[in-house]
Nanobody, 126 residues
Framework: QVHLQESGGGLVQTGGSLRLTCAVAGRDIGRFAIGWFRRAPGKDRELAAA????????FYADSVRGRFNITRDNAKNMVWLQMNNLEPEDSAVYFC???????????????????WGPGTQVTVSS
């Protein structure tokens, strides 16, 4: 069982950057893959990025690849999402979530993410 808390959201102009932080409370968090999801008004929740328990494997949605970077430090119980060249379409509530598996053949093979933070709002103005 892990508990997650996001921070770092805010208002930024188009082309700007934000760094989201996910503090993960629990033991041996390297056992868990961590994902950053986002939900915009009127849209389905989207997995933007995910990272394996060791940090050696990453997944990015096509919509963010090349602009977002996910990293983690298991010793500090932290996961970050660096977001660059932000666009109004990136505006959403961002959630970090933990998966019971450390990774798999594909991110889809991980199944549902079971532990979620409350979310942090990101707004990109045009």
């Amino acid at each position: 069982q892990v508990h997650l808390q996001e921070s770092g959201g805010g208002l930024v102009q188009t082309g700007g950057s934000l760094r989201l932080t996910c503090a993960v409370a629990g033991r041996d968090i390297g056992r868990f893959a961590i994902g950053w999801f986002r939900r915009a008004p009127g849209k389905d929740r989207e997995l933007a990025a995910a990272i394996s328990g060791s940090g050696g494997s990453r997944f990015y949605a096509d919509s963010v690849r090349g602009r977002f970077n996910i990293t983690r430090d298991n010793a500090k119980n932290m996961v970050w999402l660096q977001m660059n060249n932000l666009e109004p379409e990136d505006s959403a509530v961002y959630f970090c979530a933990a998966n019971r598996w450390s990774w798999g053949p594909s991110v889809a093979s991980l199944g549902p993410f079971g532990s979620w933070g409350p979310g942090t709002q990101v707004t990109v103005s045009s």
